[in-house]
């Protein structure tokens, strides 16, 4: 009963991968089943580091035993400590007491002070408690009776901290205490610290003042110095500049900047207007300003007027005359003379009437035509336009000096104004760094002058004794104890994950799935009799071991897999290999085709493994011929293919093996060969040799439909099998997963068979198997009904009734 109980259990186990790989097929989702099953492996796995820690037990065991052994003795063997410890009130508590501290006057103003007046910085101050130089005045006091006293040992027991749990309750109390073997030193120390900051809160305070007073005299000359001569500077661009307001001067400045242009727009205005009109009345005239004035001076002259009155009856006279005389006649020879005397008398009179400046404005005849009120009144007003043109163009040049003087203002206000703001400012700054080194000043007199001890002791150095007045040990701290315990546990696990990093091994199938990110499509168990099949009398014997039937069911389970593993089209032929000799593919590939044979496929296995032939001898075949002697002589492989002792399965060994051979592995003949007997069978197994260092098994893969990759437990090295994984991957050589052998009688507990409890959700689906059994046998009654049938026909038409029976299944 129990052998049925884990045969069955074998069963279920074998089967759950082909029941998944059905039921995805169903459900057209074996891509998101194949993606979640990746990022599960390459997720964090906290199985594998249970798995090593499991594994290497005793050496954690050990490790956590020794050190925690080592950290106990210490512990136990650690002297007494004895803790004493004061207080210190380093604040005001109330207002009567902040009212009549000295510091009142500087801090508040001589108003009542508020809590945050004598606000400490605690961090900063208890650092300044345990500052190196504090530490060093009190060991040296401590010294002096007790010589081997040092700083270290001081720094290492002493604690300062403000009393509180938390920032909501933390009081003005500053707990000192301090722990030491030795309760005298310890009842010294706390006495000197005591002492010593009590001193501290007084005559250092005071001594800082000092310091402090001392820093701002030195700094009161400099500065003070420093203000004058800004101030100078400051009087000195007023002067030159006549600045008051630099602000408000700008704002004047520019509205005189606009005035100026509104001016000289309107100038130029009635400057055009006038030119215009003074145009259009000396075309009207015909005479130039000085001919104007000349013309309307002599228009009223009465004397010239009368004489150019008789110039005007002396010319008509002569014309008159002219018309009857010739020009030598006595008439017109005296009337010319008298018009010439005339004449001379009116130049006379013109000269003494204009004077000599306008007198040489005559030569045009209309000066000394008569002008009559509308041109007088013309010439006038041609006067008037002239002397207005003047005087605007007076007023535009004026107006263009003051707007370069104001424009030239202009563009020096800004740097101007940029000096005084600067200097103004650094006078401002000046001014108050003086102010607060004076109010400091004043400051540090006053709390330089206070007497009173700032800080109170509440309560006194204390050392706990007992009712005879020895002293009470203090209790001794565990958490080094538990801290070193942690430690050690911590080391234990880290050395026992890293020692199986070191071995460089697959100890358990779980460990092949979590390092590789391949499929595990076949466990593969010890079984004593592997290297040789059994005859098939054998395999229906009830009384059969229960290693052999685990071992025949795996192989099932594995041809199962490999039949469903692909959408469509079937495997028709697959290389089985390993990363290192000696993994047992050789013997994986002569059970898968076994098994395979077994369920009425016919089966070729053909040994490329030139360099260890092993298959004839395992199949108890001849050698003479094979594979070699294919390539090499060119013979048909069907006359070398030798039949074994099992049904459908058939063997083409590997012949006389030579250097020539192996080197025709990767030729044209040898992918036509394989083309032929894949075309041929229904399945064709090549077992090749290791892939490290060697090309053959690279060579035959690519032309199959992929690569069986044996795992061996307990033998395989990690890094041999990534290695092998890793060039599979650079060749892009298919593969089609990864069968874990155990060939150490000792590995097999890593199946999990004997186990009844259920296997975890990210290793296999838990699902019933009796659907993919059934669908498993009927596919192979379907097969092997199709080849009994088919015995009495041709090669070629048994062909192709078993792929078609095949695919059906």
């Known amino acids: 009963m129990n052998n049925e109980n884990r045969h069955e259990q074998l069963r279920l186990d074998s089967s759950n991968q082909l029941i998944s790989q059905l039921l995805s097929q169903n459900q057209h989702s074996s891509t998101d089943a194949d993606e979640f099953a990746r990022l599960m492996r390459k997720g964090l796995n906290l199985g594998t580091f249970r798995r090593s820690i499991v594994r290497n037990f005793w050496l954690t065991a050990s490790i956590v035993g020794l050190v925690s052994g080592l950290a106990a003795l210490r512990y136990a063997a650690a002297p007494p400590t004895y803790l004493g410890e004061f207080q210190l009130l380093v604040e005001p508590l109330n207002t009567q007491a902040r009212v009549v501290d000295p510091l009142t006057v500087t801090r508040t103003g001589n108003n009542v002070p508020s809590e945050n007046s004598f606000g400490l910085d605690y961090p900063s101050q208890i650092a300044v408690l345990r500052s190196p130089a504090m530490m060093e005045s009190i060991v040296q006091e401590v010294q002096k009776s007790y010589p081997d006293f040092n700083v270290g040992q001081l720094q290492q027991g002493l604690t300062v901290a403000r009393m509180g749990l938390t920032s909501a309750d933390f009081t003005k109390i500053l707990r000192v205490s301090f722990s030491h073997s030795d309760p005298q030193l310890v009842e010294a120390v706390l006495q000197e610290t005591a002492e010593r900051y009590l001193q501290y809160s007084l005559e250092d305070r005071k001594t800082r003042y000092s310091e402090g007073i001392k820093f701002v005299e030195d700094r009161l000359p400099e500065l003070q110095e420093r203000v004058s001569l800004l101030q100078d500077q400051l009087q000195d661009l007023q002067e030159e500049y006549n600045l008051v307001d630099p602000k408000e001067q700008g704002n004047l400045l520019s ?130 336009a002239i002397n207005q043109i003047r005087v605007l163009q007076a007023r535009s040049e004026e107006i263009a000096g003051i707007k370069a003087q104001i424009e030239n203002r202009f563009r020096e206000f800004p740097g101007v104004t940029r000096r005084y703001s600067e200097i103004l400012r650094q006078l401002e700054i000046s001014n108050r760094s003086l102010d607060q080194l004076l109010t400091q000043r004043e400051t540090f007199q006053i709390e330089s002058a206070q007497t009173e001890v700032p800080w109170e002791l509440v309560s006194p150095p204390t050392l706990p004794k007992d009712g005879q007045g020895r002293a009470i040990p203090f209790a001794k701290s565990q958490n080094e104890l538990l801290g070193a315990i942690a430690a050690s546990v911590l080391l234990g696990l880290l050395a026992a994950i890293l020692l199986d990093r070191l071995r460089d091994t697959f100890f358990r199938t779980e460990d092949v799935q979590d390092a590789i990110d391949l499929p595990v499509i076949g466990v593969v168990p010890h079984d004593p009799n592997a290297d040789s099949l059994q005859p098939e009398a054998l395999l229906r014997v009830a009384g059969d071991r229960l290693d052999s039937s685990l071992f025949k069911e795996a192989f099932s389970s594995l041809y199962a897999n490999l039949c469903f593993m692909s959408d469509g089209a079937p495997i028709r032929s697959l290389t089985v290999c390993s990363a290192s000799p000696s993994e047992g593919k050789t013997t994986i590939a002569l059970h898968l085709a076994h098994a395979a044979a077994s369920m ?171 659907p993919a059994r059934v669908a498993l046998n009927s596919s192979v009654g379907n097969s092997h009904h199709a080849n009994s049938a088919n015995q009495s026909n041709n090669s070629s038409s048994s062909n192709n009734s078993n792929s078609s029976n095949n695919s059906k299944a």
């Open 255 to 384: 509205e005189e900047v606009s005035q100026i242009a509104l001016d000289e727009r309107e100038t130029r205005k009635l400057l055009r207007e006038q030119v215009t009109l003074y145009n259009s009345l000396r075309q009207q005239l015909n005479l130039t300003p000085e001919e104007a004035i000349a013309a309307s001076t002599l228009s009223e002259e009465p004397g010239y007027l009368a004489l150019q009155q008789q110039m005007q009856e002396l010319e008509r006279q002569i014309a008159t005359e002219s018309a009857q005389f010739s020009e030598e006649s006595p008439i017109l020879l005296d009337l010319r003379a008298r018009q010439r005397n005339l004449s001379s008398l009116m130049s006379q009179e013109l000269q003494r009437i204009l004077g000599q400046n306008l007198g040489q404005s005559t030569g045009n005849p209309r000066v000394q035509a008569f002008q009559n009120s509308v041109r007088l009144k013309l010439i006038e007003e041609m006067v008037a």
């Open 600 to 770: 009425g496929k016919r089966v070729l296995l053909v040994d490329g493994n030139f360099r260890h032939a092993d298959l004839h001898q395992r199949l108890r075949l001849g050698n003479d011929q094979g594979l070699s002697d294919v390539l090499l002589r060119g013979l048909q492989p069907d006359d070398l293919i030798q039949s074994t002792s099992v049904k459908n399965l058939l063997a083409l060994t590997t012949g006389t093996a030579s250097l020539e051979a192996l080197r025709l592995l990767g030729s044209e003949q040898m992918q036509n060969v394989m083309l032929r007997l894949h075309q041929t069978y229904d399945l064709v197994i090549y077992d090749a040799p290791h892939l490290l260092g060697l090309t053959d098994a690279e060579f035959i893969s690519a032309n199959t439909d992929g690569i069986l990759m044996v795992v061996s437990v307990q033998q395989s090295k990690r890094s041999h099998v990534m290695q092998a994984l890793q060039s599979l991957m650079v060749h892009r050589l298919p593969s089609l997963g990864v069968v874990v052998n155990h060939p150490d009688p000792r590995a097999i507990a890593s199946l999990g068979y004997y186990n009844t409890r259920p296997r975890p959700l990210r290793r296999q689906a838990r699902m019933v198997e009796e």
